[in-house]
């Protein structure tokens, strides 16, 4: 079964960075998009950033464009999202999650089958 475990989160002040980790193992399937979705409390579980199994596409939620970046090293079996200019809106527990598909798509939640335990960033002064 697919594992997931995420690292790298933490408290950071507005305007400041922080990586996020994602290391995946027990493959079972021949390809994956890893995504990263976040909830805040009282909120619902909304999508963030996504990228292909190949590493050679990559999807943005809007409210995040131009401010994070996804990547992968394929031969670690990570997938790292880099965070900037960070906003106090931005807090939630991220998750990474694996969809059984070359392709990211449109992110849709229920596609999404293996989840990591998830990792608190907090952005506050």
């Known amino acids: 079964q697919l594992q997931l475990v995420e690292s790298g989160g933490g408290l950071v002040q507005p305007g400041g960075s922080l990586t996020l980790s994602c290391a995946a193992s027990?493959?079972?399937?021949?390809?994956?998009?890893i995504g990263w979705f976040r909830q805040a409390p009282g909120k619902e579980r909304e999508r963030v950033s996504c990228?292909?199994?190949?590493?050679?596409?990559?999807y943005y939620a809007e409210s995040v464009k131009g401010r994070f970046t996804v990547s992968k090293d394929s031969a670690k079996n990570t997938v790292f999202l880099q965070m900037n200019s960070l906003k106090p809106e931005d807090t939630a527990t991220y998750y990474c999650?694996?969809?059984?598909?070359?392709?990211?798509?449109?992110?849709?939640?229920?596609?999404?089958?293996?989840w990591g335990q998830g990792t608190q960033v907090t952005v506050s002064s």
């Open positions: 999650a694996a969809r059984p598909s070359q392709y990211c798509g449109s992110m849709p939640i229920d596609r999404f089958t293996s």
């Open positions: 027990g493959f079972t399937s021949d390809y994956y998009a």
């Open positions: 990228v292909s199994d190949s590493g050679g596409s990559s």
